[in-house]
C-alpha cells in the first residue's frame, strides 16, 4: 500500500513556475514508477510526466516537453513536477500517482497507475 500527498500548487502568472512535490509512504517507494496527472474542468484526466522506479527513464505529454521535468528523491520518498514557462491551459488539478515498477516498462496510460493522491490546484493567470 503506498499513500501519495502531494503539495507545492497554488497561483502562478503566465510564464512563471511551480514546483510540485509529492511524498509518499512506505518503504519501497523506489520500487514504483511514479506519474503526474492533471485534470482540468470539464476535461478528462490526462498523463503530464512519469517517471521510473530506477529514475533512469522518463515520459512527457508533447503539451509539457520542454517545459516541465519530473524528477525523484528515493531517499526521500518524493517525487516532483518542476513546471516552468507555465500557460493558462495548464490549470488544473495535478495528481501523483504509482505503480509497482519493478520488472515493467514506464507507462502513461492512468489505468495502469494503481495508487492515487488527493491532487493539488494549479492556477495559471494570464
Known amino acids: 500500500q503506498v499513500q501519495l500527498v502531494e503539495s507545492g500548487g497554488g497561483l502562478a502568472q503566465a510564464g512563471g513556475s511551480l514546483r510540485l512535490s509529492c511524498a509518499a509512504s512506505g518503504r519501497t517507494f523506489s520500487s514504483y514508477n511514479m506519474g503526474w496527472f492533471r485534470q482540468a474542468p470539464g476535461k478528462e484526466r490526462e498523463f503530464v510526466a512519469g517517471i521510473r522506479y530506477s529514475g533512469d527513464s522518463t515520459l512527457y505529454a508533447e503539451s509539457v516537453k520542454g517545459r516541465f521535468t519530473i524528477s525523484r528523491d528515493n531517499a526521500k520518498n518524493t517525487v516532483y513536477l518542476q513546471s516552468n514557462s507555465l500557460k493558462p491551459e495548464d490549470t488544473a488539478v495535478y495528481y501523483c500517482?504509482?505503480?509497482w515498477g519493478v520488472g515493467t516498462v514506464l507507462s502513461n496510460h492512468q489505468s495502469r497507475y494503481r495508487y492515487w493522491g488527493q491532487g493539488t490546484q494549479v492556477t495559471v493567470s494570464s
Open positions: 500517482s504509482a505503480y
